[in-house]
């Protein structure tokens, strides 16, 4: 139809351009905004609001309304508005299919044949599924906050030890590497450790100490490339399953322990 | 005749030595179960407490479940249930008001919007990759993922073994007690969630 108009009208320049919307809606719009999760769900509630079938989607309609909320978004986060730009591209894209008469000369091809809509409404009802289902576990969080267990006994926090996971390992490694960032140290150039001499070195402090905090352990290594060989070591001790990794409180730190080759 | 005898007096002992070895009542089988779950941090199962008490798994089980009946019907402020896997003791939710009176505690802090949505998709189609989310979705879901792991509510299930070896993730324990659900089969099934109003060719 005129699609070069259309095209320019989806140019966002969000310097210059300014929100549609009449000052009296704008501030409830601003208020759902904020509680959209993604363009999915801006989606599913102008399908709602416009109160259509979502089997027979009035793109165009539904197009512009969302550009008009796009527009609206300049004051959110990039990020989101990024998914919320590459969902406006795709609306488009299936108002423009919808334009374009369809090819007579075309062998009936199953693709040809298909509404270019339909991709978009089989996501759509199936993200509404996981939407509903988010708020399903809500509520039960919700009850379950409702639900107390005792209070703590003497023994909870000597016997409690939380595996830790490599994500709270790779946390406390940034940790040590942002602090070693800010020692400046002249040093020689000395003969680095290899992987292997680290793991034997490593493997041997464990044996001989039973349980090694990795603070202390990484806090020994003088060079960054140390730091990372240390934290290699670490990683293929527990891979192979020789040590675990163990948190004895929530943050806090993480021990290594040697594995009882009995059977547990 | 002297082979049987034999084993007869073979189970005999027990009984006869007066050891500690118990042939406890099921009343007592109930009052220790009840005790041992009482001082569990953690949810216990039926088979941990049979380990410790040197019952066997059914005992316990029917016995923790009869101790259950006995809790509802006494309708007092507790409960006992199982969740993720194991038996706890608990408030009943009908107290919860007076208890944060007492506790002075608030609520904690909800997981948003996004996080709920991804963990959803998570808890529903475990082990799952981040493209995969991502297409459920429709939105980048890290910062959402990170929020989750660093409340252990998921963890990562090794990798998918197709081109990238992309990381999967699945739910953790910590989310079953979270959520109150005893094992995964305890969700509804995600079927149940397709919107009818939505759905409705009549849109009158």
Redesign the interface.
Known sequence: MEPQQQLEQFVFDFNKEKPEIVAESRDELKIKLG?F????DLL?YL??QE?????DIPIAKITDEYVKYIKLMKSLDI??A??FVV?AATLIEIKSKMLLPRDPTAASDADELEDPRKELVD?L??????????????E???????????G??ES?DNN?EISA???DLLTVFQKIVLRHKEEVTMEIEREEISLADMIKALRKRIFAELELNLLTFFEDMHTRRELVTAFIAVLEIVRTEEVKLVQKTTFGDIFLKKVEPASS | MTEPETEEVIIEQPEETISEAPARSAAAVMAIAEAIIFVSDEPITAKTLGEIMGEDKQTVQAAVEELQREYEERSGGLQIREIAGGWQIATRTEYHEEIRKFLKTRPSAKLSLAALETLSVIAYKQPVTVPEILEIRGVQSASAIKTLLEKRLIVTKGHKETVGRPMQYGTSKDFLIQFGLNDLSDLPSIEDFEDLTITALDQQ
């Open positions: 509680e999760a993604g363009p999915l599913l399908i709602k109160q259509a079938n979502i089997f990020a989101v990024a998914d969902m996501q009802l199936e993200y509404e599924k996981f939407k509903s289902a988010a708020q399903m576990l809500y039960r969080s919700t009850v379950e906050q409702a639900v107390f267990k005792r703590t006994i909870d409690a996971t490599v994500f």
